[in-house]
């Protein structure tokens, strides 16, 4: 199983971006799928949470943030608003996973992504 996630870059102040992260793999079934982030010198934090359509959103995010799967749900998909400076990071994709091996918990490597004029 592995997930990889696409839609780093630069953007200004305001903007907006959209990250995806794809699972593939022998999956069965997947659960919860997660958004973290980490900016240099922090450490990572968790940003969005959807399972089973049901979504969690950290404060500093919440209103700017919107976090979705597709219908097949194998890609969560991160739409982000209102960018600010400090949103800069890399973010990573995580999800608990039902595959051959059983349930496990599976990270993507991280896109960055740069909210800067």
């Known amino acids: 199983v592995q997930l990889q996630a696409f839609g780093g870059g630069l953007v200004h102040p305001g903007g907006s971006l959209r990250l995806s992260c794809a699972a593939s793999g022998s999956i069965v079934s997947i659960y919860t799928m997660r958004w973290y982030r980490q900016a240099p010198g922090s450490q990572r934090e968790l940003v969005a949470t959807i399972t089973r359509g049901a979504t969690n959103y950290a404060d500093s995010v919440k209103g700017r943030f919107t976090i979705s799967r597709d219908n097949a749900g194998n890609t969560v998909f991160l739409q982000m608003s209102s960018l600010r400076p400090e949103d800069t990071a890399v973010y990573y994709c995580?999800?608990?996973?039902?595959?051959?091996?059983?349930?496990?918990?599976?990270w993507g490597k991280g896109t960055q992504f740069t909210v800067s004029s």
């Open positions: 995580n999800a608990d996973i039902f595959g051959a091996r059983g349930l496990g918990n599976y």
